[in-house]
């Protein structure tokens, strides 16, 4: 594979030898390729607005993959993270930490809307989209980073680390949902709207049209089950719920059809 093949990389972290560390998994993948690396959010920034002027067939950057530490001196990766798909909406960014947190992961996956349902940000791109992994530096090895960059770059689907989702289940402590509840999370994992899941669940209203009252009770009762919190307009956190259904039923081995 060329190095025009491989999936452009570049490294946001403000530790030399983490950093340093991350670039050199990159370069010993087979599908990946370090296009640069930065020390904090002014570097990250100054790289991407090198690249935009590079990439003149590209100007999105669609396709290329920044994976950034959450903690970047006085900086924060994932706000970092959102002002770069501003101005590319084309990147796919992941952020890499030491510990899982659910709480986090939440943050990562959130999309914020105004109180009229238009993004606060460019209107030019559609809506402010979350961020699309959050993975933990400790599995940041040359194969885990392929695995990633396969999900989020070539299938366009958002990544989260096997260990976030097991830190959120052992939180559950044994607790189930119950079978309309796990029916309803189901359809969520297959990226069906509410419309089209009570639609699958019989629910319809005297006209004979889909009925989404129960549906939106059922969606309400899965976000307190799995400690999903923020607002109901956020779709971030549909996305963090069908993760955590997968990880719950133990489909997380099995092709995913979350999109991002």
Same mark, same amino acid.
């Given at each position: 594979? $060329?190095?025009? *093949?491989?999936? #452009?990389?570049?490294v946001?972290d403000?530790? %030399? ?11 010993e !993948?087979?599908t990946? =390729?370090?296009?640069? *690396?930065?020390?904090d ?5 100054q790289?991407?607005?090198?690249m ?7 100007p999105?950057?669609?396709?290329? +993959?920044v994976?950034?530490?959450?903690r970047l ?6 706000e970092l993270g959102?002002t ?10 992941v952020?890499?930490?030491?510990? %899982?947190?659910w709480?986090?992961a939440?943050e990562?996956?959130?999309q /914020?809307? $105004?109180?009229?349902g238009? %993004?606060?940000?460019?209107?030019r791109?559609?809506? !402010?989209r979350g961020?699309?992994?959050y993975?933990? &530096?400790? =599995?940041?090895?040359?194969?885990y ?7 989020v770059?070539t299938h366009n ?6 260990e976030v ?6 939180r559950?402590r044994?607790e189930?949902l119950?079978p309309?509840? /796990?029916e309803?999370?189901?359809?969520i994992a ?9 639609t699958?669940?019989? &629910?319809?209203? $005297?006209?004979g049209l #889909?009925?989404?009252? #129960?549906? @939106?009770? +059922?969606?309400s009762e899965?976000y ?7 607002a #109901? ?8 719920l069908a993760?955590?259904? @997968? ?7 099995? %092709?995913? !059809?979350?999109q991002h």
């Amino acid at each position: 594979m $060329t190095n025009e *093949q491989r999936i #452009p990389v570049l490294v946001i972290d403000d530790t %030399p030898i983490k950093r340093r560390g991350v670039c050199e998994f990159v370069k010993e !993948t087979e599908t990946l =390729n370090l296009q640069g *690396q930065g020390a904090d959010a002014g570097e990250a920034l100054q790289l991407v607005e090198a690249m935009l002027k590079e990439q003149v067939d590209n100007p999105i950057l669609e396709g290329w +993959l920044v994976f950034s530490d959450l903690r970047l001196g006085a900086d924060n990766g994932v706000e970092l993270g959102r002002t770069l798909l501003e101005m590319a909406p084309g990147l796919r960014v992941v952020i890499y930490t030491q510990d %899982p947190s659910w709480a986090l992961a939440a943050e990562v996956f959130r999309q /914020e809307y $105004t109180r009229r349902g238009v %993004p606060r940000s460019s209107r030019r791109h559609g809506k !402010t989209r979350g961020l699309h992994g959050y993975v933990l &530096f400790g =599995n940041m090895l040359p194969e885990y980073l392929e695995h990633i960059a396969e999900k989020v770059v070539t299938h366009n689907e958002t990544y989260i680390d096997e260990e976030v989702l097991s830190f959120l289940l052992e939180r559950l402590r044994g607790e189930r949902l119950t079978p309309r509840q /796990e029916e309803c999370a189901s359809l969520i994992a297959r990226g069906l709207s509410n419309d089209e899941i009570a639609t699958h669940m019989g &629910f319809f209203n $005297t006209k004979g049209l #889909p009925n989404i009252g #129960p549906v @939106e009770n +059922l969606v309400s009762e899965l976000y307190n089950f799995f400690t999903i919190f923020g607002a #109901p307009s956020d779709p971030g956190r549909r996305v963090l719920l069908a993760h955590a259904y @997968e990880a719950y039923a133990g489909l997380r081995g099995k %092709p995913s !059809t979350i999109q991002h």
